[in-house]
């Protein structure tokens, strides 16, 4: 599907008015304290918390077992609304969780799931991609899944310079930057706008071997974002106290 232009609205994590933080505490398990310390985090801080093996988003509002190993280049980075985890082999996967505002919580509620999934991804995730990777753009065809998360639009952008593996090319130079592809799968749960996405690697790693359609690079992303989301624990934050 072909979504319409649409006006820009500032990158992920630059807008206040449509990203201010809801007042959530992450949950805390004190006796799981000794495990978190024993799995030290890859990066040097994180905004969220390491709990065993499992990644607890700084908002509380979603965790998941780490889907990287130290010992095979794993590494964790995250923001107040974003995490990320790569891999110096195939994983590059990352899991965003931003706040319905109120400016937000309207467009959701006027254009209905599917309109709202495909504009916020439009006019908030996809500039970002545009400034950091030039000539970066959505394939034409989103998908809309009705029945998974209770509606998920699935969009595959693709990005010139824009992979994570490129470094790992070392035969020869290419001429013009390797253009990454990546899923991303957008849903509503609990006054959140989820984004999970990953990265192609293979179309990267193989380069003059890969062969892959486009129909077939789109099946194997949504097979791989769906089963990622599956293993998402969502957790409802507390209601408001009036």
């Not at 980075?77 to 996967?93: A, E, I, K, Q, R």
């Not at 965003?96 to 709202?116: H, N, Q, V």
């Not at 990454?180 to 293979?202: P, S, W």
Request: glycine share 6%.
């Amino acid at each position: 599907m072909k979504f319409p232009a649409l006006p820009v609205v500032l990158g992920i994590i630059l807008c206040p008015a449509l990203f201010a933080q809801s007042a959530v505490t992450s949950p805390d398990d004190e006796s799981a304290a000794p495990a978190a310390e024993a799995a030290a985090a890859p990066s040097a801080q994180l905004y969220g918390k390491l709990v065993g093996d499992l990644y607890v988003s700084p908002t509380g509002v979603f965790q998941l077992k780490v889907p990287v190993l130290p010992q095979l280049g794993g590494g964790i980075s995250d923001t107040p609304n974003l995490v990320t985890f790569d891999d110096d082999y195939t994983t590059h996967l990352s899991v965003g969780a931003f706040p319905l505002s109120r400016e937000l919580k309207w467009e959701y509620d006027t254009r209905g799931t599917k309109d709202f999934l495909a504009f916020f991804f439009a006019n908030v995730v996809m500039p970002d991609f545009a400034t950091r990777f030039p000539g970066a753009k959505m394939e034409d065809n989103g998908l809309f899944l009705p029945k998974f998360e209770d509606g998920s639009m699935l969009i595959f952008t693709l990005l010139p310079g824009g992979s994570v593996f490129q470094g790992q090319v070392n035969l020869f130079r290419p001429a013009a930057p390797l253009v990454a592809k990546r899923g991303n799968l957008c849903f509503v749960k609990f006054n959140y706008v989820f984004v999970v996405t990953t990265e192609l690697a293979e179309r990267i790693l193989e380069h003059s071997t890969y062969h892959k359609t486009v129909e077939e690079e789109n099946v194997i992303l949504r097979d791989r974002l769906m089963a990622v989301t599956k293993t998402i624990q969502f957790i409802k934050p507390p209601e408001a106290k009036d």
